[in-house]
T-cell receptor, first 115, second 113 residues
Framework: GAGVSQSPSNKVTEKGKDVELRCDPI?????LYWYRQSLGQGLEFLIY????????KSGLPSDRFSAERTGGSVSTLTIQRTQQEDSAVYLC?????????????FGSGTRLTVV | QKEVEQDPGPLSVPEGAIVSLNCTYS??????FMWYRQYSRKGPELLMY????GNKEDGRFTAQVDKSSKYISLFIRDSQPSDSATYLC?????????????FGKGTKLSVIP
């Protein structure tokens, strides 16, 4: 597709359940990033992928959070045993090899609500 | 103190007004500065970027960086209702790890017809 696609667009889950969030980056974009946007907190970096490897996972808030990327394309962010403080918009972005920080294209995000 | 501070607003101006948005930061290692625009229920989109100090102009938009004061600004001339959005500043350091952007919380702007 022409842009970064994220699914689902909205997710309501019960506290304690696991959730999977999906990101389809722009074709050919080798770098992929996950950010979290909480009310009043702004965007916070979670993890960076280059190809299928994640050289920087420093933003993942706890070991309940994990992410993987397969085939240099689709990425999945998994949150286990969700808590109410996990409620936020989870944004994925990708960039082309020669664009780096200037070439972020964000998806529209997944709005996660933990009840 | 957060690394990047940005007044969340909301800011409401009449159509045609000049809008001034700004951020302050504390990390002197930041070298690259960006402004993103985010419409409701959409992801942020890159509006402008600058390297180090100075000004950059693009149409109705002007970005300014003052590294000595650790202060960046975005000016919007002849504001339009379509400019109504949340504006996020972002910045990063040079070299390794430059992919990791640090964002302000965003300023919500409404341009009233």
């Amino acid at each position: 597709g022409a842009g970064v696609s994220q699914s689902p667009s909205n997710k309501v889950t019960e506290k304690g359940k696991d959730v999977e969030l999906r990101c389809d980056p722009i074709s050919g974009h080798t770098a992929l990033y996950w950010y979290r946007q909480s009310l009043g907190q702004g965007l916070e970096f979670l993890i960076y992928f280059q190809g299928n490897s994640a050289p920087d996972k420093s933003g993942l808030p706890s070991d309940r959070f994990s992410a993987e990327r397969t085939g240099g394309s689709v990425s999945t962010l998994t949150i286990q045993r969700t808590q109410q403080e996990d409620s936020a918009v989870y944004l994925c972005a990708s960039s082309a090899p020669d664009r780096g920080m200037w070439g972020y294209t964000f998806g529209s995000g997944t709005r996660l609500t933990v009840v | 103190q957060k690394e990047v501070e940005q007044d969340p607003g909301p800011l409401s101006v009449p159509e045609g007004a000049i809008v001034s948005l700004n951020c302050t930061y504390s990390n002197s290692a930041f070298q690259y500065f960006m402004w993103y625009r985010q419409y409701s229920r959409k992801g942020p989109e890159l509006l402008m970027y600058t390297y180090s100090s100075g000004n950059k102009e693009d149409g109705r938009f002007t970005a300014q960086v003052d590294k000595s004061s650790k202060y960046i600004s975005l000016f919007i001339r002849d504001s339009q209702p379509s400019d109504s959005a949340t504006y996020l500043c972002a910045m990063t350091r040079a070299g390794a790890g430059s992919y990791q952007l640090t964002f302000g919380k965003g300023t919500k702007l409404s341009v009233i017809p």
